[in-house]
């Protein structure tokens, strides 16, 4: 008969971690479902399985400060410390039950949540007046071509995998369709700079701002 106090700790620990939940620490977790592995191991089975192209994975520090989280949040244990002559030790390290528990509560999280992300790009296109618009649209012209090459690369992984079931291309699929989505709108931005309807000046930005931003004065008088 299962301890009812040991089960209440394990969902206790699971509902801790879902606040503290990454994409790497994941993907850490779900390999860790099929059976106990080593770092070395996991690193490379995402490569094999193109999970880095999913985690920012450069290097395998990544990796082991991940495992440590885990493992500070009883979602992972060592399991053993494996001992090689002539080679560093080791260790194997395997999922908890409150980690399978935490596993697919943010498995749910995450598939379900929108927002509470911010990436660079949002903030700076909020901000494009800062440079002139010739300038804007260079850097603009060069996000887009990389894009496209990501799109190019994209394009020929699910080419490449024709065989593969679908369900196992579904990140490549939702990158085509987002990195598809981003190329088509720099473009339109890019037309509109360069034929001139999107443009602005140092005169025109401070007419807009008096605008919409009266001075203080005025603003505390209409507060009163």
């Given at each position: 008969m299962k301890d009812p106090e040991s089960n209440r700790g394990k969902g206790t620990a699971a509902r801790a971690a879902s606040g503290q939940r990454s994409s790497l620490g994941l993907l850490?977790?779900?390999?860790?479902?099929?059976?106990?592995?080593?770092?070395?191991g996991l690193q490379r089975l995402f490569e094999q399985q193109g999970k880095d192209r999913v985690v920012n994975l450069r290097s395998r520090a990544s990796l082991y400060q991940t495992i440590e989280r885990l493992v500070k949040l009883g979602l992972v244990e060592v399991q053993e410390t494996a001992r090689r002559e002539g080679y560093p030790d080791r260790i194997v390290y395997a999922i908890t039950?409150?980690?399978?528990?935490?596993?697919r509560q943010w498995l749910r999280e995450m598939l379900s949540t929108t927002g509470g992300e911010f990436p660079e790009f949002i903030a700076a296109i909020s901000i494009l007046f800062g440079l002139a618009p010739e300038d804007a649209q260079a850097q603009l012209e060069l996000r887009a071509d990389k894009l496209?090459?990501?799109l190019a690369e994209t394009e020929?992984?699910?080419?490449?995998?024709?065989?593969?079931?679908?369900?196992?291309?579904?990140?490549e699929e939702y990158r085509r369709a987002v990195l598809g989505a981003e190329?088509?709108?720099l473009r339109g931005v890019i037309?509109?700079?360069r034929a001139g309807r999107l443009t602005w000046s140092e005169q025109w930005l401070a007419e807009i701002f008096a605008a919409f931003h009266p001075p203080e004065e005025q603003e505390e008088k209409g507060a009163e």
């Open positions: 850490v977790l779900w390999q860790l479902f099929a059976g106990p592995k080593h770092v070395y039950d409150a980690g399978r528990q935490a596993a496209a090459a990501e020929t992984q699910l080419a490449a995998n024709p065989s593969l079931p679908r369900l196992f291309l579904l990140e190329v088509s709108w037309d509109d700079l």
